[in-house]
Each structure stands twice: as C-alpha cells, then as structure tokens.
C-alpha cells in the first residue's frame, strides 16, 4: 500500500510540475504595450506582479500623422511592436493599452504547444472568433478578428510586417482598413498555424470607435466568455462602475452565446469536414458554461 500510495504522490507532483511549466509568464520574452495616450500605470502594475517584463510602446507625433486614418496608426503602433518581436528568441505578448488581464494573468495556459514550430498568432482576447480545429492536446487552431491581446513569435512576426507593407502600398495611409481580420488568412497562407484561447484572458476595456462604425462595423466589441474576474476596472465601465460593468458583460456573454447556437462559432461545414466533431462541439459548448461575467 505505501508503494501505491508513493506511486500516486509521485503522478500528482509531475501533473502539477506539467502544468506550472505551462504557464503563459514560463514562455514570453516580454510584454509590449501599445499606447498613445492612456494611462497604463495599472496594466503595467498588474503584470509586473505576475512576473512579466513589460515595456510601454508610445507613437510618437508627426506631422505626417494628421491625415493618416485611425486604423492605420494602429497599424503602425503594432508593426513597431512586430519590428522588436523579430528580434526575440522566445514568443512576445503584445497587448493594447486598453486591455484588462483577468486575475491570475500569468498563470493562465499557454494557447498552444510550446514545442510547435509552426505557429503563427495565438490570441488571447478575441473579437468574431471561429474554430477551425482542436488538438487532443486541447488546442484550438481558429480566427479572430482584433488585435487587443495576442502572442507572436519572430517569424510570425517578420511575415506580419510584410502585412503591414501590404497594407500600406494597396490601402493607403489615409484609407481605412480593417486590417487585423486580414491576419490569419494571410499567416495561414504563409504555411502557420493560429490559435484561440478557451476562454478571453481579458477583456477589451476601450470605449466606442467610430472610425469602425463609420465603415460599417461594430463600435464596440467584448470578449464573450473570461476566464476569471477582471484585475481592475475597465474604461467603459468605470462611470457607473460595477452597474455598467455587469450590464455590459451580460450582454457580450449572451451575444457569445447566440454565436455558438446560430454556427457562426463553430460553424456546421466544419463539423462536417472534421475527423473529430464531438473534440470540437465539447471545446466549443464547455467554454460557455461559465458564470465569470
């Protein structure tokens, strides 16, 4: 009995060991945070504390910058982020200003195998997400749309600034684009592969962009399912505090919802084509069975 019972010690100490080493803080070379304005002194807190090096990415102002369109300074806030993540050895995180950790940040899995070679982006907030296909590891290749929160590697990276340039010569500084839903058709095509978190390991805390709304999309987006309680309170929610906070995350959960029972989640041809359908309809129906708001 005390060998079984030395044997079973043993299980649970490597099981545990496993997952420590799974933690996404294990696996980022550093946090860059893309700002403009916005007082970031509590993002900045909060991953310190978890074990991040972060560092704020600020665009400057130039005069060039006046005519260009909000959707293209974005882009150039992240292609200066692309341009340092090229030049790490271990995957980059890169985060906007606006972005609320849930708590616990650090700690949270790594969205993909570690020991792949072929990833591309693995998000960690999603906007429109859609699955694609689930390891027996539990990873899930998918889309999203938004760039709020997502990891990228060197290579990711180099192939993501030839996006940029893309952008740039067929769009046009002036122009808007909506860029970021571009990404993982172009890194696929590239022979990589993009992932999605089970569930958001955040939330995007900014207010309405009517730059969007004035091209026809959304103003607004929120994650549809967390993965814990946010760290602190996000922008929006701040003037009615937690009243606003719950009505607004009522809502982006009921919306993540009618997505997975309208298909557009996981949609049907997927299922159909899949070697594992009911791997892909348990990840897709188990993230929403969730009570965090």
Not at 114 to 133: D, E, F, M, R
Request: charged content about 20%; glycine content about 6%.
């Amino acid at each position: 009995m005390k060998t079984h019972s030395k044997k079973i010690k043993v299980i649970k100490t490597l099981g545990k060991k496993e997952i420590s080493q799974n933690h996404l803080v294990k696996h980022i070379s550093k946090v860059l945070i893309i700002a403009y304005k916005e007082f970031t002194q509590d993002l900045e807190t909060l991953l310190t504390t978890e074990g991040f090096t972060c560092e704020v990415l600020r665009q400057e102002r130039k005069p060039e910058y006046q005519n260009y369109s909000r959707s293209y300074l974005c882009l150039l806030n992240h292609r200066t982020a692309w341009e340092r993540a090229m030049q790490e050895t271990q995957p980059t995180m890169i985060i906007e200003a606006d972005f609320v950790p849930v708590v616990n940040f650090g700690k949270l899995p790594l969205p993909f195998n570690p020991h792949q070679n072929n990833v591309g982006i693995s998000w960690l907030y999603t906007c429109a997400p859609q699955i694609y296909y689930v390891s027996p590891d539990g990873y899930a290749e998918g889309f999203s749309t938004s760039a709020v929160a997502y990891i990228v590697n060197s290579e990711s990276a180099r192939y993501l600034l030839e996006l940029a340039e893309e952008i740039r010569t067929n769009v046009g500084e002036t122009n808007y684009s909506s860029w970021d839903s571009t990404i993982d058709s172009f890194l696929r095509g590239k022979g990589l592969k993009n992932y999605i978190p089970w569930r958001n390991y955040g939330e995007h805390g900014g207010l309405p962009n009517l730059e969007h709304y004035k091209n026809n999309l959304s103003k607004t987006h929120r994650a549809d399912v967390l993965y814990g309680k946010l760290a602190f309170m996000p922008l929006y929610a701040v003037k009615d505090s937690k009243l606003n906070l719950f009505r607004v995350r009522f809502w982006a959960r009921l919306k993540g919802i009618a997505r997975l029972g309208t298909g557009r989640f996981l949609r049907v041809k997927v299922i159909q084509g899949s070697n594992f359908p009911l791997r892909l309809l348990r990840f897709a129906i188990l993230r929403q069975l969730s009570w965090n708001f």
